[in-house]
């Protein structure tokens, strides 16, 4: 009698088990999605059905339209790409020089600067933005794109996350280049670049995204059209009392994430991938 | 031997020529701020043609009387307290459940990831229409499922931080739970099968086995947690704007406020030595109190 029993109740409670956490994942996966399924449920639909849910409602474009003419959200873009962009180049050229140096060579007060390189991990530019202003009110350089990411350049995450991986490449490749008449600068390029792209790919998606998405600093040094990344600028858009309605306003907020959420969507493993290789390092 | 002895120093030099745009940006934008921050924080805020002057501990004084300071002190860890664990929390439930082999994974982690790439101010907004008394989804749900009346969660002092840290947590959750991920991910197969033969419930071999493994991951992540809960103010800008009564500011907010709204930049100087201070307290302290679980485990 009990033998039949066991092996009858075993798959059920296996099967029971797995419901349960399929339920359960489920669940909270509909309450994280909920906030931007809403966002998007009225940004596409006429203001009349921001609360009324009917799956007939009129699709539209509308919303969009006018918070794109509300708002110069064409030059925003463009400044959060400049930005973005000129942020990126940087930390790779700056980034790399200096974790090659950490990696590969022995030099007086090595592990001092190291040290004060991860200090940034703690003490990040974000947290001293009174006397970052100052500094750069003094160099001239108040309300410019060039302000905005100069103190983000040489990132002590990137400088620690590149010597991480160059230190895993066999010294004999370097040797062996070295030989062949290669200058310290084409080995960095020849070497030890071409074997560490997928940590620059992973470094570059976390860097863009952190920077696109970044609001204080760029509050505090823009205060023209001209300068000022998206982030800014939806919120002096949706700051402006009155006439908007939440539609436009929803609109907005999804065409300020948007390139990077398609990005995410259409890329979703690589991306999943990528923060998982930054994060193991 | 004066051959090796000059390559040595000819790969100094090389070093440091490799080193130093690095370093001279990271200590221009880093070191020599926080460094003048300390230094500004015993001086008074200039004003016109009236240089600042050293006043001592005087800055520290007004800041001890502060009301609103302690509140905001008061205000932040509790932030602290509690979206890190709760972040921390889901994130781990998430990462086990992705892991797994669940039915729709690849909805599942859309979902709990995609709050990590929108950008926060974007998310505040969101969450703003979401928290509308009587008009948004919270309120919707209250009234129409509950008869409940409307309620202004952003406009009341005892709700609104709260309000605000659930946001945080919605944000965060699913960028911690990548690291979880991570971590799984290198756990090796092989374990579970012996757990399975000892006859090891699911529960153990998480409490005994997997839990234990996790402990840097935990460390690495809540260590990002204490300073993301410290750095990150910008759904406060969105949503509140700090009220109602000082409610809802946290640290960097009232940084912000006291630099570039009334320019007390001296008082501003002190309050982020204050924020530094507690960073660098609490993230040390992590280390040193996670550090010994996770090695004598």
Redesign the interface.
């Known amino acids: 009698m009990t033998e039949h029993v066991i092996p009858r109740s075993k798959p059920f409670r296996l099967n029971w088990?797995?419901t349960l956490?399929?339920t359960?994942?489920?669940v909270?996966?509909?309450l994280?999605?909920?906030?931007?399924a809403?966002?998007i449920w009225?940004a596409f639909h006429p203001a009349l059905y921001?609360?009324r849910f009917d799956l007939t409602a009129p699709l539209t474009l509308e919303n969009f339209s006018k918070a794109w003419e509300a708002a110069p959200f064409g030059r925003y873009f463009l400044n959060t790409v400049i930005l973005v962009t000129g942020i990126l180049v940087g930390q790779f050229?700056?980034?790399t020089?200096?974790a090659?140096?950490?990696a590969r060579?022995?030099?007086?007060g090595?592990s001092v600067?190291f040290t004060?390189?991860l200090?940034?991990?703690?003490?990040?530019?974000?947290?001293?933005?009174?006397?970052?202003?100052?500094?750069m009110r003094h160099l001239g350089l108040v309300d410019t794109i060039t302000a905005i990411a100069?103190?983000y350049?040489?990132s002590?995450f990137g400088?620690f996350l590149l010597r991480q991986t160059f230190m895993t490449i066999p010294k004999e490749l370097e040797d062996a280049a070295r030989l062949e008449g290669c200058s310290?600068l084409g080995v960095l390029w020849r070497v030890y670049i071409p074997l560490a792209k997928p940590t620059y790919l992973a470094y570059g998606l976390v860097s863009v995204?952190h920077h696109?998405?970044n609001?204080?600093w760029p509050?505090?040094i823009t205060n023209s059209v001209e300068t000022r990344p998206?982030?800014v600028g939806?919120?002096v858009f949706?700051?402006v009392d009155g006439g908007l309605e939440?539609s436009v306003?929803?609109a907005a907020?999804?065409l300020?994430?948007g390139p990077?959420?398609i990005a995410?969507?259409l890329f979703?493993r690589q991306?999943?991938q990528s923060?998982?290789?930054a994060?193991?390092k | 031997m004066k051959f090796a002895r000059t390559t040595?120093q000819l790969?100094?030099i090389?070093?440091?020529l490799?080193?130093s745009?690095?370093?001279?940006?990271?200590f221009?934008?880093?070191?020599?701020?926080?460094i003048?921050?300390l230094v500004?924080s015993f001086f008074s805020t200039p004003r016109g043609k009236r240089p600042a002057k050293f006043i001592g501990l005087e800055n520290y004084q007004a800041l001890i009387n502060d009301e609103v300071f302690w509140q905001v002190i008061w205000n932040n860890l509790l932030y602290a307290m509690a979206t890190i664990p709760i972040s921390v929390a889901?994130a781990l439930?998430?990462a086990l459940?992705?892991n797994?082999k669940?039915?729709?994974l690849?909805?599942?982690?859309?979902?709990?990831?995609?709050?990590?790439?929108?950008?926060?101010?974007?998310?505040a907004?969101?969450?703003l229409?979401?928290y509308?008394p009587g008009?948004g989804?919270i309120d919707?749900i209250r009234n129409g499922l509950f008869g409940l009346p409307d309620q202004n969660l952003l406009g009341q002092t005892d709700t609104v931080l709260w309000a605000v840290m659930a946001v945080a947590i919605?944000k965060e959750?699913?960028?911690f739970m990548?690291?979880y991920?991570?971590?799984l991910?290198?756990i090796p197969p092989s374990l579970k099968e012996a757990a399975d033969i000892e006859g090891a419930s699911?529960w153990t071999f998480f409490r005994r086995i997997i839990f234990p493994l996790l402990m840097p991951t935990t460390l690495f992540v809540s260590v990002n947690a204490v300073?993301n809960a410290?750095?990150l103010?910008?759904h406060i800008?969105?949503m509140t704007g700090g009220g109602p009564d000082n409610a809802s500011t946290l640290l960097?907010f009232y940084?912000?406020e006291q630099?570039?709204k009334y320019w007390q930049?001296g008082y501003?100087?002190t309050l982020?030595v204050v924020?530094?201070a507690l960073?660098?307290i609490l993230?040390i302290g992590q280390f040193f109190f996670l550090d010994r679980k996770v090695h004598y485990r």
Request: net charge neutral.
């Open positions: 088990d797995k956490n399929t359960g994942a489920w909270l996966a509909l994280w999605f909920l906030p931007l809403y966002a009225t921001e609360v050229i700056l980034c020089l200096a090659y140096a950490f060579f022995e030099f007086p090595k600067l004060l390189v200090l940034q991990l703690l003490v990040m530019p974000d947290i001293l933005i009174v006397e970052n202003y100052k500094t100069l103190p350049l040489a002590g400088i310290i995204s696109w998405n609001f204080l509050l505090i998206v982030t939806l919120q949706a700051a939440w306003i929803n907020t999804l300020t994430s990077l959420l995410f969507l979703q991306f999943v923060f998982i290789r994060g193991i | 040595a790969n100094w090389y070093a440091w490799l080193l745009p690095a370093l001279l940006m990271l221009a934008f880093t070191h020599y701020p926080a003048v921050t500004s889901i439930v998430m459940w992705v797994g669940l039915h729709g690849g909805f599942l982690r859309m979902a709990y990831f995609t709050p990590t790439v929108l950008p926060l101010i974007a998310v907004n969101i969450w229409f979401f509308t008009f989804l919707q919605w959750a699913g960028f990548i690291f991920l991570a971590a991910q290198t699911r300073i410290f750095r103010v910008d800008f969105v960097l940084i912000y630099a570039f930049t501003a100087a982020t924020l530094l960073l660098s993230a």
